[in-house]
C-alpha cells in the first residue's frame, strides 16, 4: 500500500506571494491533517479534512486554508505570504481502522524569501 | 502554553543500552498518547502508542509507560541501536480518532543519538 504523498517536496516563495500544497492520502483514509513543524514550535495542528468539509481546524490565521476532493486528496493554501511562514508543511491521514494514529507523509519544505 | 511537553532536546545513550524518553503533559481531557519517530527530510513515523486505561504498552523493543497521575508517559527502548538515532515526538489526543478537534498536540522532541 502507498504511502502519504506530498507534493512538491521543496518550495521557494517571495513575502506577499501564494502557494498550493498537494497530499495524496493512503488509499481508503478519506480523513486528512496537516500540521506546520518549525524549529521553535514543534509541529502545530491547521486543520483536518473528512469527506470533502473541514472538520476542525487549529489556530491559525484565515490566510491559511485548504480542501479535499471526492478522491480525498487534499490541497493547502497559504496567500499572502511571511516570512514566518517558512516550516515544513506535513499531512497526515487516518481512517477510522487506524484509530489515534495518523500516518504522515515526508512534508513540502516551504522557504519564503 | 505548552499542554505536551519533552524537557530533554537531546539524549546520549551507548549502543545496547536502554534509552528513556520522557513525556509531561497538563491537559487532562488526553486519553490516547502516542509516540513518532522522525529522520531528517522525513516525515514522522508511528512507533507505539496507549490509551488512558492502560499503564504499559509494548511493542518488540519498545515500552511505552504512562503515569496518569502524574500526566507523565515514557518510551524505553531496549536494547538501543544505531538506527534509533532520530528526534522522538511525543504527541496527545482527547479522542479516540484523528486527534479530533484540536489534532495531536506534539511535544517539540527529543533528538536521540545512540554511540557505538
Known amino acids: 500500500k502507498a504511502g502519504v504523498t506530498q507534493t512538491p517536496r521543496y518550495l521557494i516563495k517571495t513575502r506577499g506571494q501564494q502557494v498550493t500544497l498537494s497530499c495524496s492520502p493512503i488509499?481508503?483514509?478519506?480523513?486528512v491533517s496537516w500540521y506546520q513543524q518549525t524549529p521553535g514550535q514543534g509541529l502545530q495542528f491547521l486543520f483536518e479534512?473528512?469527506?470533502?468539509?473541514?472538520?476542525n481546524k487549529g489556530n491559525f490565521p484565515g490566510r491559511f486554508s485548504g480542501r479535499q476532493f471526492s478522491n480525498s486528496r487534499s490541497e493547502m493554501n497559504v496567500s499572502t505570504l511571511e516570512l514566518g511562514d517558512s516550516a515544513l508543511y506535513l499531512c497526515a491521514s487516518s481512517s477510522p481502522n487506524s484509530g489515534e494514529k495518523l500516518f504522515f507523509g515526508s512534508g513540502t519544505q516551504l522557504s519564503v524569501l | 502554553d505548552q499542554q505536551v511537553k519533552q524537557n530533554s532536546p537531546s539524549l546520549s545513550v551507548q549502543e545496547g543500552r536502554i534509552s528513556i524518553l520522557n513525556c509531561d503533559y497538563t491537559?487532562?481531557?488526553?486519553?490516547?498518547f502516542l509516540w513518532y519517530k522522525k529522520y531528517p527530510a522525513e516525515g514522522p513515523t508511528f512507533l507505539i502508542s496507549i490509551s488512558s486505561i492502560k499503564d504499559k504498552n509494548e511493542d518488540g523493543r519498545f515500552t511505552v509507560f504512562l503515569n496518569k497521575s502524574a500526566k507523565h508517559l515514557s518510551l524505553h527502548i531496549v536494547p538501543s541501536q544505531p538506527g534509533d538515532s532520530a528526534v522522538y515526538f511525543c504527541?496527545?489526543?482527547?479522542?479516540?480518532w484523528g486527534g479530533g478537534a484540536d489534532g495531536l498536540t506534539f511535544g517539540k522532541g527529543t533528538h536521540l543519538i545512540i554511540q557505538p
Open positions: 504527541a496527545a489526543s482527547a479522542t479516540r
Open positions: 488509499s481508503g483514509h478519506r480523513s
Open positions: 491537559n487532562s481531557m488526553f486519553d490516547y
Open positions: 479534512y473528512f469527506s470533502e468539509t473541514q472538520r
